[in-house]
């Protein structure tokens, strides 16, 4: 069964960090490329970042350049989205997305070029 797993969420302190991960199972993720959604209280669902197959190719969405970052661990079969400077804009449902897409600089994120999704990982950011 193909599945995406995200884990990592959690309450932090605007100023924090957290990593959230992104497991596959039955799916090779280096293989696809790999986006990264959120989605907060009464707002739709909008792309943070993608990261590429071969090369390691990235995007970040404005509101996160700077301060997200990506790596992948091929030998866990995981993606990690490392958030740092939260802030509580960047509250919402994370969920990590696989596809047979494309991932570049300048290249939009959008969600229906993405085929596989995990269920989510609650992240807060309150003092």
């Known amino acids: 069964q193909l599945q995406l797993v995200e884990s990592g969420g959690g309450l932090v302190q605007p100023g924090g960090s957290l990593r959230l991960s992104c497991t596959g199972s039955?799916?090779?993720?280096?293989?696809?490329?790999v986006g990264w959604f959120r989605q907060a209280p009464g707002k739709e669902r909008e792309a943070v970042s993608c990261?590429?197959?071969?090369?390691?190719?990235?995007n970040f969405a404005d509101s996160v350049k700077g301060r997200f970052t990506l790596s992948r661990d091929n030998a866990k079969n995981t993606v990690y989205l490392q958030m740092d400077m939260l802030k509580p804009d960047d509250t919402a449902i994370y969920y990590c997305?696989?596809?047979?897409?494309?991932?570049?600089?300048?290249?939009?994120?959008?969600?229906?070029?993405?085929?596989?999704w995990g269920k989510g990982t609650q992240v807060t950011v309150s003092s």
């Open positions: 039955g799916v090779l993720l280096d293989r696809h490329v």
């Open positions: 997305a696989g596809g047979s897409t494309f991932c570049g600089a300048s290249v939009p994120i959008r969600p229906i070029q993405y085929e596989l």
């Open positions: 990261l590429g197959t071969s090369g390691g190719r990235t």
